[in-house]
């Protein structure tokens, strides 16, 4: 039985909303459990500094932050080296997906931030992307769609907290002790091409166990893609 009473292959309570903030070009907010993302959209539009910019593409700078009040012991404010990693992966997650030869020369900016994280803040700040993203008109081949996925202990397991992330670990002295019992790996999919665009990997699994928690993964993917889908209906219905 896991810490919170899910099945193996169940998702935390997952609610989107898109169009959340009145002055971007697209935003959304995407919760699973106990972590939530924001995420907002500026552009196509001018690109700074303009030496960066691709004569046949956009380019799109992603920002991803853990806000301070995000996290048990005060996150320090702005992005540090960790930001900066998940930045470049978010990125990279969105790389087959959105259709940037549409706007050469231009720039879209993608902010997300964390307002509350409890693992998985990578995953659900790509999942609030997304949405953003298709609010603000940016073409795309589909939604991209994250979740983590594991092995804690010996359960492989869909949507890993933070509880479980921490699994046969413990702290003394601010010291880590313990042979971590807990694998977690994050992923992105984009069903309508059926890539994986985000794979990460925290822990020590063997190649078949991979496999499985890949395979895991994508199958949790493609229900928060549903999730993902059902919002943007809400949303243009509500607006029509
Ligand atoms: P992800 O949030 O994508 O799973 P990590 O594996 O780096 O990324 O972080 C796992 C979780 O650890 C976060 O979601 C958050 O709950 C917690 N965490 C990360 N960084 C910090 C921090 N600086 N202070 C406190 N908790 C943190």
New binding site residues.
Partial sequence: MRFDERKEDELRPTTAKVGVIKNAFGSARFQMGK?IAISGVYGPGELHPRRISQSDRAVIKVYYD?LSF????R??PGP?R?DHE?SLKIKEAFAPAVIREEFPKTGIYLYTY?LQ?????????INAASLALAQAGIPMRDLVSSV?AGKIGEKFVLD?T?KE?DYGHFVENNKWYGKGAAT?V?IAYVPATKEVSLLQL?GEVSEEELKKIVKLGIKGCKKVHEIQVKALKDYYNEEN
């Fill in positions: 972590t853990m995000s996290v048990p012991d996150a320090r540090d960790r998940i964390i994280a409890d693992a998985g803040t990578r995953c659900v700040a983590a890993v933070k992330e977690d994050p925290d």
